[in-house]
């Protein structure tokens, strides 16, 4: 069985405790407006060409012989600003847990561990168990997820974790559907059983202006958690400038007037990420 991988990011100091490395798995079945990995959407390998720095000197786009520029009908090694590359890659829970487990002394060092993010890691939840079953009991694992999975997967990939982060991003789910393409019904569904799990969590909304920021919105999710810890995170205007790199549009258009300082004491156990 293969996973496949967009992004392996060492030092990461964000998601979750400690200083952590983050496995980023391709394939989202979301489709968020404001979305910041998109590069992540996709489920397949695809190509990454950074055309705002490109100077059109046309040898990525002459014939070549590699195998693996095939099927993208560009030349991923030529270019001289490396500004063509693949995105995806397969690999086996073994291969990778071979990786990442050469870090287990920095982990320990530094009280960290490996983090699973995405795009979505309970797309592939078969690969994600058998996973975090290679990384063996002395590596601390945490789950980053929108919680969008079957009951089934969302259980038994999140027992296999010491900690799991998940989004909540809009409770209305007229506007779940409409901006993020799914209804937040199972979502909700799942963030009521990690409630009930005995496994350490953390909610996170990110705070989109005019949209997930609203009172209403923040009201409507601490009244669902009540007393359950949440981050929320300030919007990421870098979102957009990756998206022509892998032939999509941003279409998302924010109003920086519309942009609310949170209240923060809307909720019982909340933190704002500076
Ligand atoms: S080789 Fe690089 S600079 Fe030349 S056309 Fe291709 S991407 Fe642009
Ligand atoms: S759930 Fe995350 S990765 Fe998926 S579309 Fe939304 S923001 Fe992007």
């Known amino acids: 069985m293969n996973g496949l991988i967009f992004d392996i990011k060492e030092f990461s100091i964000r998601d979750g405790e400690g200083i952590r490395t983050t496995v980023f798995f391709k394939g989202c079945p979301l489709r968020c407006a404001w979305c910041h990995n998109p590069e992540g959407l996709s489920p397949t390998p695809e190509l990454w060409a950074d055309s705002a720095r490109c100077r059109e000197c046309g040898l990525c786009r002459k014939p070549c012989e590699h195998e693996d520029c095939k099927p993208f009908g560009r030349c991923l090694h030529i270019c001289p600003q490396n500004l063509v590359r693949q995105v995806g890659k397969y690999y086996t829970p073994h291969e990778l847990a071979a990786r990442l487990r050469r870090q287990k002394p920095m982990f320990d060092a530094m009280g960290g561990g490996v983090t699973l993010s995405g795009g979505e890691p309970l797309l592939q939840a078969d690969f994600c168990a058998e996973l975090l079953g290679e990384l063996g009991g002395d590596i601390h694992k945490t789950l980053e997820t929108s919680g969008y999975a079957s009951p089934r997967d969302f259980a038994r990939i999140i027992h296999l974790c010491d900690f799991v982060i998940m989004d909540i991003k809009l409770m209305d789910d007229d506007a779940h559907r409409r901006l993020t393409g799914v209804s937040n019904e199972q979502i909700l569904s799942n963030a009521r059983y990690l409630i009930e799990s005995g496994v350490e969590h953390l909610f996170r909304t990110p705070l989109i202006p005019g949209i997930t ?62």
Do not use: C, M
């Open 213 to 274: 920021d609203t009172q209403e919105n923040l009201q409507a999710i601490a009244a669902f958690i009540g007393s359950e810890p949440i981050e929320l995170l300030p919007y990421n205007d870098l979102a957009p400038a990756k998206y022509a790199a892998v032939g999509r549009t941003y279409s998302l258009e924010i109003d920086p007037l519309k942009k609310e300082t949170p209240d923060l004491s809307l909720f019982q156990n909340a933190t704002l990420r500076k």
